[in-house]
Nanobody, 124 residues
Framework: QVQLVESGGGLVQAGGSLRLSCAAS????????MGWFRQAPGKEREFVAR????????FYADSVKGRFTISRDNRKNTVSLQMNSLKPEDTAVYYC?????????????????WGQGTQVTVSS
């Protein structure tokens, strides 16, 4: 099992930037593909970004492509999400998640372990 703890959320104006971090503990971090999802009030949880076990492959939702960057440091057991040019529609609780089997990047069901989430609020 792996435990995940997100940090870095907050309130930012539109056009601003935030960097989310997710610290992992437990099993070997490099065994997991890692993803970020978000959930806005009244909406379903949606895929944001994913990074492969080695960091060599990344995937993004169309809505964040070119603005967000996912990265990982397997020595420090962390995965990060750099969010630039933030928009009010990016407001949500952001979750990091771990997939031990390298399944579909975009489906929340592929991820077995989840953090508690961190709130991101973008004001207009």
């Amino acid at each position: 099992q792996v435990q995940l703890v997100e940090s870095g959320g907050g309130l930012v104006q539109a056009g601003g930037s935030l960097r989310l971090s997710c610290a992992a503990s437990g099993r070997t971090f490099s065994n997991y593909a890692m993803g970020w999802f978000r959930q806005a009030p009244g909406k379903e949880r949606e895929f944001v970004a994913r990074i492969s076990r080695t960091g060599g492959r990344t995937f993004y939702a169309d809505s964040v492509k070119g603005r967000f960057t996912i990265s990982r440091d397997n020595r420090k057991n962390t995965v990060s999400l750099q969010m630039n040019s933030l928009k009010p529609e990016d407001t949500a609780v952001y979750y990091c998640a771990a997939d031990p089997l390298s399944r579909s990047a975009y489906s929340a069901g592929s991820y077995d372990y989840w953090g508690q989430g961190t709130q991101v609020t973008v004001s207009s």
